[in-house]
């Protein structure tokens, strides 16, 4: 995949767009596969997974690298849904620091074709779903880029709640991470 960025970075009229193979636009909400290692059969993803033995891998939407500061989502509401900077009461939204680092402290992005239900009240938070993708929290020693998709194993999960919605953050690690054998 590859990505296309229009606009001025820290601007409201930041937009990254996904391409596919061919260079043709694509919704990285809807047309990556959520399984690693699909292939996509006549622009259709493919619902088969990947596995490192036991473990399924699934692919993930970077929207936030590591050590960077600008709160990054997919605009679910916006034609091919590209990565856009939040904005909430008019400003665009940054995350605090965490001394002695900044920025967000492991890639955060979403895992593609997820989606938390905002009519459905979850049993364990007794919440409904926040309306976007399902968040993931790469814990990998690599700084990823905006865009980027990267294949990760997931090795637990959150259930936060967010202005009374459930918001799940599932902790991966990228396969490609000289850790990522070790860690289960």
């Known amino acids: 995949y590859g990505t296309e960025q229009r606009g001025r970075s820290n601007?409201?009229?930041?937009?990254?767009?996904?391409?596919?193979?061919?260079?043709?636009?694509?919704?990285?909400?809807?047309?990556?596969?959520l399984?690693?290692?699909?292939?996509?059969?006549?622009?259709?993803?493919?619902?088969?997974?990947?596995?490192?033995?036991?473990e399924i891998l699934f692919n993930m939407i970077v929207e936030v690298p590591r050590w960077t500061n600008a709160k990054m989502e997919i605009?679910?509401?916006?034609?091919?849904?590209?990565?856009?900077q939040d904005i909430k009461k008019g400003k665009l939204r940054y995350v605090a620091n965490i001394f002695p680092h900044k920025g967000y402290i492991w890639n955060y992005g979403a895992l593609p074709q997820t989606w938390e239900d905002p009519n459905h009240t979850d049993d364990i938070t007794g919440c409904c779903g926040d309306?976007?993708?399902?968040?993931?929290?790469?814990?990998?020693?690599?700084?990823?880029?905006?865009?980027?998709?990267?294949?990760?194993?997931?090795?637990?999960?959150?259930?936060?709640?967010?202005?009374?919605?459930?918001?799940?953050?599932?902790?991966?690690?990228?396969?490609?991470?000289?850790?990522?054998?070790?860690i289960h």
Not at 11 to 33: Q, T
């Open 35 to 54: 399984f690693a290692g699909s292939k996509e059969d006549k622009e259709i993803p493919a619902k088969r997974s990947k596995t490192t033995g036991s």
């Open 11 to 33: 601007s409201p009229d930041y937009r990254l767009y996904f391409k596919n193979a061919d260079g043709k636009y694509i919704s990285p909400f809807h047309d990556i596969p």
């Open 131 to 182: 309306n976007d993708p399902i968040d993931v929290c790469e814990i990998g020693s690599k700084i990823r880029s905006s865009g980027e998709i990267v294949q990760v194993k997931v090795l637990g999960v959150l259930a936060l709640v967010d202005e009374g919605e459930t918001d799940w953050k599932i902790i991966a690690i990228s396969v490609d991470d000289p850790e990522a054998q070790k």
């Open 75 to 84: 605009a679910t509401k916006e034609p091919l849904n590209p990565i856009k």
